[in-house]
């Protein structure tokens, strides 16, 4: 049964932070502002505000100001975003409110994947009734450097997998079941998934239909290698709907038989699968790591939805 | 020639080469499409026997895609079910007991391994390491239980019910709660998923660690083994293996954890290793003073030693992986008239090559012979020479001509007059002063070099393709074989489907497109994967961009140069971390003795080449042969990996006296476009 339900464009949204925790990520990019100014414009308060601080992305005083505008009490939590998993979640640990508040509005815009993978995981072990709100918001365009389809990249040096933790699964070292990688736009990162992944079948998950045509064509042509040099299936899901994406996992998968999964997607799948692997312990969830991050990928903004989840 | 009968339905013709990585094959298939590398000599100081049956612990060494895993899943429990099947036993008992072995096979997965590191470090720095023997233990014992449950549910008659498990409960702390062997099995299970469970939330909840019990590796199975052997009689000579793949997974502490454990090896249980070439592997021990020690400690079984010298022996064992394939997928019988060697043809034909690039065109001779400045600026002697060595249909005799003529210090017009004579005898088979040397020339040491120099010259890829080329290409490397042949097949299939099936047979020009496309992406891919692969692949795309100007050398100095030398003690130590690493994925590949470094230069030094796979990109040789070689001091080589486009200054030497350095540096930029490193 789907956990999730509730998907309205964000310009059409009121009153969503009354009695709310705003949390937020900021980077460089314009749609990391976009939820936030939008609830400035329309004079909304939250009751506490979360912001999630890149390393290599400091907030200025101006846009601590903007944030501070949205709370009651004009508090904010500026809480850093270290890269290893295990500090993020200490982070996460110190903040009280995650433990005690009813109701969040969490911005998944400029967090980056695993990030939003362990903070449901905190609330799910946390504070499991609360509303949760997610907003999304689409940029217009992402930023190529060269020429359009093989240039995106969205990290610098190395790749290391790990598991998210808190998603591992429950078949440990005997782990070989199906592997679902969900692709996005870069190949390299789908290429170290299947290399370095126990699996006994692969199935690649593209998105149907995207944003723009033109980004299924950039993930077929950045993907293409793996999907012709592997025995795989091809599936999809759609690219702005979490609820669909569990929904298809609900009805793919079988719940007493471990799967893998890599969310190499779009946030708002990545969201679904989420929910989904809170909901089934069999699920693990893997992920190819780096050091360092690109923190300007995106520009403008093409539109904005906002999720209600309910347990 | 056509492969008769090789395809009997054309409908159901099924690529036989479309599983590829044995990390995704099942049993079935393991089973279905072994081919004994120990029966052709690729491990030569074993036979099948002694490496299941050996108590010493082995580790199996090769690089990526040599065909680690299959060995060690081929010689694992649910493959034993298989073969059971296969060889119409009735009871896997059967099998196990003549095979005098049982095996469990782990994959050491990256994801797995360092996640379980970073959480269980996290919860105890020091005693993290017992918990993951614990860990390891308790599921190794769970699969041997699994195993007798699986006999006994396929054999009614195997007898489980009169087991002591006393001593096992005993180890587990647990005797009220064990009494049968079904009990210990779940109990086993519930401290499993207890590890699985703790480590999806401790982070989260700050829970303490706290398992019912930390079990040492093998005290827990090494219980049940004696207690397998004291019931049941088909086990009493059996020895148990674990199987442990991808080591070089491990962190060293885990190593060195293992270490220890090969070292003081029971005579129950034995390990069986599978580990990369290089890589991050560690002799050392738990205890500081004390190294593992090959053939002491444990038996090497290196599937890469013998490339140098056994080519003939990795052709072989391909001929069989191919025609195996075959056999098993589509069906056919092993008596049907189907070859590999068909399908790709036995050798490539370079003569005809020549032919075909050339026509009747001449250039080739004049490029050659305009390296004299005499005939350079003497249009109609140069004319003359042509007309007098040439010979319309054979370009690799003219050229080498050519090449006679430019290096005889004698009148250049006397000279190819009496080259001409020579290769007239030579190809007649008549006596005459000069054509030993002539055929040595024209037969081995020029020919390849003169083709690869004409494709060039042409503007043409360098084609690869027959059974022989792949055999080359694919260094020693199972998968990488697999692969060639599936791009092969794959694009027989669309673009001349009907023809193959027809006739059994591929076109070379076919055969050579699969090939250049495979090695191009494999060179992609595996750049972007690996760590520093950005610098491996300017070393490779440089380092190759080298071999291909050396290649194109109009006066053929350099035949077939494709290795190069450098000292590793004298390089930056980030350097030699990122050279490690090509090493450890075979990118670039190690000769396996020391060799002399150069013509000219009779220091002894290791050689290097490219993965020969990659040969292909860059149109140059993949044999690899002694003569020149390109050594590069800790600048070229800190530039090679460092810069998009660099030559060490032998290079610059050879391109500026040739003026071929703007050709070479276009077609480096035509390589890189595919290779996405757009600018």
Known sequence: MSTVYGMNDFQNCKNILDDSVFVLAIDNEERSFYAHKRFSVQKEKAKSIIVFEYDNCKLSAEQIECIKDLSKTRHIEIVPLPLDQASFI??????????????????????????????????????????????????????????PFTSFKSYYGNLRMSEIFGYSGNEGITQNNNLYIFIGFEGALSLKVEEETTYDKLYIVNTLPSYYQKYKDISIINNYKLMISKDCEMMYVPATNPFEVYNILDKSLQNDKGVSIAPLCTKPIALGICMYALDHPNVRIVYPFSDKYVIDRSKGVHRSYIYELKQ | MQNKGMISSTDSFKNPF??????????????????????????????????????????????????????????????????????????????????????????????????????????????????????????????????????????????????DISKMAEILSANEKIHDLDELKKYIHKQVLYYEQYKNRVLFTDDSFSPSILLKLFSLSEAIVLEIKRNNKEFENVLFVLMIDEFENLSLELQKRFNTIIKFISNIISIRVGRRSEGLITTETVNSTEYLRENHDYLLAALESKLDSENRAYNNYFYKIANKRFYSLNKMSENSEFDICDVLGDKEDLDKECLDNCGRKKKHLEMVLKQSKDLANNKKQLDEIISIIKNDQNPIAETLNALWVLRSKKDSLWEARHVAEIMKAFFNKEDYPGVEKYKLDYSSKYRYAITTYICSVYKRDKLYYSFNTICYLANGNARTFINYCRAIISEALFYEKDIFLKTGRISN???????????????????????????????????????????????????????????????????????????????????????????????????????????????????????????????????????????????????????????????????????????
Request: net charge negative; aromatic share 14%; charged share 25%.
């Open chain 2, 509 to 679: 020009h076919t055969q050579s497109r699969a090939v250049h496309n495979y090695s191009r992406s494999e060179f992609d891919s595996i750049c972007s994967i690996v760590d520093y692969g950005d610098c491996i692949k300017n070393f490779i795309l440089n380092i190759g961009n080298c071999f291909s100007a050396y290649h194109k050398d109009r006066k053929v100095r350099y035949p077939e140069t494709n290795q190069f030398t450098y000292d590793e003690s004298q390089l930056e130590l980030h350097d030699r971390e990122i050279l490690k690493t090509a090493e450890s994925w075979a990118i670039i590949i190690k000769r396996s003795k020391t060799q002399r470094v150069s013509a000219g230069n009779n220091d002894r030094a290791d050689l290097y080449h490219m993965n020969r796979m990659f040969h292909p990109i860059f149109n140059i040789s993949y044999r690899i042969r002694g003569g020149v070689n390109l050594i590069l001091d800790k600048e070229d080589v800190n530039k090679l990996l460092h810069q998009e486009s660099y030559y060490p200054k032998a290079v610059t030497k050879l391109l500026d006296s040739q003026e071929i350095k703007h050709n070479v540096s276009n077609k480096q930029y035509e390589q890189l476009s595919l290779f996405d490193s757009e600018t």
């Open chain 1, 90 to 147: 200490r982070e996460l640990k110190r903040i009280s409110s995650l433990r005690t508040a009813t109701k969040f509005v969490i911005d998944i815009s400029s967090m980056l994947t695993p990030y939003i993978f362990l903070i449901f995981k905190c609330l799910d072990l946390w504070n499991k009734d609360s509303i949760k709100y997610v907003i999304n918001t689409i940029p217009f365009d992402y930023l190529f450097t060269a020429s």
């Open chain 2, 18 to 163: 479309e599983d590829i990585n044995a990390n995704v094959l099942d049993s079935k298939r393991i089973v279905e499409y072994w081919c004994s590398p120990f029966e052709v000599g690729l491990l030569s100081d074993y036979d099948e026997n002694k490496f299941r049956t050996c108590n010493v612990p082995i580790i199996l060494q090769g690089p990526r895609g040599s065909g680690k895993t299959t060995i060690l899943k081929y010689f694992s429990f649910p493959a034993q079910l298989e073969r059971t099947q296969v060889m119409g036993e009735k009871s896997v008992l059967s099998v196990i007991r003549s095979e005098g072995e049982v095996g469990f096979y782990f994959r050491c997965e990256d994801s797995f391994i360092s996640t379980f590191e970073a959480i269980f470090k996290r919860v105890n720095k020091e005693q993290w390491t017992d918990f993951f023997d614990s860990y390891i233990e308790l599921v190794f014992s769970e699969k041997i239980l699994d195993m007798l449950f699986e006999i006994k549910h396929r054999d009614s008659s195997f007898d489980v019910e009169d087991y």
